[in-house]
């Protein structure tokens, strides 16, 4: 949560760090401020998105040639001007924003009161400025040294960008489970939550790890760890296209990545699947194939919509690989002291790679000597790190809050895992493995399919915007597509959504029913439709009102439905990243129409790097 910009070099650091704020708007919107050098430290500082500081500093003097800018997503202390970051330090001398959550704050800010310091925020991060100041002022240290000993203090996660009054050209910028890209350029440095902001300038990254301190100048950047001893900066080159994090004509970010799907599948399944060779190519996967077969157990773990692609993928290798699978939410799974046999392989899912409760939960299972398999979208990012192997998603930036893309992608990838270890393992014929291949290949086209016969959700979504609660109900594979469904129409549009296994609903849900209640199946054609059939009866009796996703041509799923939305024929386990699509598109629809801000919805962040 919470996004940082920094920028150092010859240029105007305004609008470079403006523009990168307005990029990773997706980490946290509820206030932003920004910190420039301009004959002593400048502090400009808001509540609400950035646009809203933008307007409310027009005319003012903001040239300087370095300066930090944050996106806040509040944790401690409520979204206000005063909250906002950057944060001065008592004497003034300093500016910090912060990226995390510092636990000890209590502590240290009593220390702190008891020396006579006031503070003008309720955040953690200004009691971290403060600290440094206080052993910088005590030790007669650098600057540099002071955030060093201070980081030896606290507990917690951080990413923090620090600017003195007395140093116009240095950001000390340091890094603990938050993530940190520095961007190399000539004669110049960009920081940031993630490369976006710094795109245009350079392809030359560098990815700071936990525990590094980076003293970031236009022509150096030092890198040391908290000992003080020097690292050489590992500089990738990064292989993202500026217009992949543009809106593309599209109206909003989540528009063009539901749109974007046909082509994200395809990626996912470019150079890994040949459905005529018969063969999955997943180098990270094939290095741990004997221990993913002889696993007694496979535990996925993963919050939010990466836990519903979980929960798919655990039908999947189920049925396909015929191990034992649990899907485990990744806040629950690091605090239980779970138990962790030697050779469980954990599947990390997520979309960001930096998700804090997944990351910890994945680092805990390690440590116990589990196998750690990453499927992660962000390249680089700390889960892919803290990974044994994985594969990525490969589905480009996701940048609307809400996930779509991504979801398809990781089912894609988890779909091909469970083809070529229950290949492998021989629980799974040829036949079935061939025509799953040649299938799994023809996705992107079905995806393309869907969205082109998706012409009335718009108008389904004026129907039904004014409901107050919404059931999504589904079987088997497509149970957790309900879930997904129900998640996606409740963060996008405020509706209450509740998902459900739809024979579940007899002992409790079904209550809700009545002629006011629009109940979404998803219905597709397959080993448990009948099943669902004699549930979407139940609920029509019950004068509840019936919304399908359906296989073209399933007449009678479309006798018992008010409004439909199709998708072609694909086989059950595939089925999932087809049905989805409608769902998506429905949320979107039906938040559009209740004048809600799709791609950012209230409350919400796109990386949730707290716990
Ligand atoms: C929902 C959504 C969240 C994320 C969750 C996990 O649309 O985006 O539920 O799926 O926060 O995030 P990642 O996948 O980045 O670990």
């Known amino acids: 949560m919470c996004g940082i910009v920094g920028y150092t070099g010859p240029r105007e650091a305004y609008p470079i760090i403006i523009k990168g704020l307005k990029r990773l708007e997706y980490r946290g919107y509820d206030s932003t401020g920004v910190a420039l050098q301009n004959g002593g430290l400048n502090v400009y500082k808001k509540k609400g998105k950035v646009a809203e500081l933008e307007d409310s500093i027009i005319g003012k003097n903001l040239h300087s040639h370095i300066g930090i800018g944050h996106t806040r997503w509040a944790t401690h202390g409520e979204p206000s001007d005063r909250n906002a970051h950057p944060h001065q330090s008592s004497s003034g001398q300093l500016a910090m924003i912060h990226n995390g959550i510092i636990e000890n704050y209590n502590q240290l800010k009593q220390e702190l009161i008891n020396k006579g310091y006031t503070f003008s925020s309720d955040t953690d991060t200004e009691v971290l400025l403060n600290f440094i100041e206080e052993i910088k002022k005590n030790n007669d240290c650098s600057l540099e040294e002071a955030v060093r000993v201070a980081l ?146 496979i535990v996925m773990v993963a919050c939010g919509t990466s836990w519903h692609a979980g929960l798919v993928a655990e039908y999947i290798f189920e049925e396909l690989c015929r191990i034992n699978v649990e899907v485990e939410y990744a806040s629950e799974f690091r605090y239980r002291n779970p138990v962790i046999n030697k050779g469980d392989v954990i599947i990390a899912i997520s979309q960001s790679g930096e998700t804090a409760d997944t990351l910890v939960a994945i680092e805990n299972a390690k440590s116990n000597g589990a196998i750690i398999l990453g499927v992660v979208n962000v390249v680089g990012s700390s889960i892919a790190r803290m990974s044994h192997a994985g594969a990525y998603t490969h589905a480009g930036p996701e940048i609307g809050v809400a996930s779509t893309k991504a979801f398809t992608a990781q089912l894609a990838v988890l779909t091909m895992i469970a083809l ?180 950012k919805p209230r409350n919400l962040a796109k990386s949730v790097t707290v716990e």
């Open 152 to 297: 030896k203090r606290v507990t917690g996660a951080y990413v923090i960008l620090l600017m003195s009054a007395d140093d116009p050209e240095t950001i000390i910028a340091a890094r603990k489970g938050s993530p940190l890209v520095i961007g190399v350029g000539k004669g110049e440095h960009f920081l940031g939550s993630d490369a976006s902001p710094m795109l245009e300038y350079t392809k030359e990254v560098v990815y700071v790890n936990d525990y590094e301190l980076a003293i970031v100048k236009p022509d150096e950047l030092v890198l040391k760890n908290l000992g003080n001893e020097k690292l050489t900066p590992y500089v990738q080159r990064l292989d993202i296209e500026l217009a992949a994090i543009e809106k593309g004509g599209y109206e909003h970010f989540m528009l063009k990545e539901i749109f974007e799907q046909p082509q994200t599948v395809y990626d996912c399944l470019r150079g890994r699947l040949d459905a005529v060779e018969g063969t999955i190519t997943m180098s990270g996967i094939q290095q741990y194939a004997e221990q993913i077969m002889n696993a007694n157990r």
């Open 420 to 599: 070529k270890i229950g290949y492998m393992k021989g629980t799974i014929t040829q036949k079935r493995y061939m025509n799953l291949l040649k299938e799994l290949q023809e996705i992107p086209e079905k995806v393309a399919w869907t969205l082109k016969h998706s012409d009335n959700i718009k108008a389904l979504a004026e129907k039904y915007k004014d409901a107050h609660d919404f059931l999504y109900l589904g079987r088997g594979y497509n149970f957790p597509v309900a879930l997904e469904g129900a998640l996606k129409l409740k963060e996008i549009s405020y509706i209450h959504a509740e998902g459900y296994p739809a024979a579940e609903m007899k002992h409790g849900p079904i209550a809700l029913v009545d002629e006011n209640l629009p109940v979404v199946f998803v219905a597709t054609k397959d080993s448990f439709h009948e099943k669902v059939v004699s549930n979407m009866q139940e609920i029509k009796a019950r004068k509840g009102r019936v919304i399908s996703v359906i296989t073209e041509g399933d007449e009678t799923s479309a006798s018992l439905s008010e409004d439909v939305m199709v998708v072609p024929e694909a086989d059950e386990i595939l089925a999932p990243m087809l049905s989805v699509i409608p769902l998506q598109l429905l949320a979107y629809y039906i938040g559009l129409a209740r004048g809600c801000d799709v791609d």
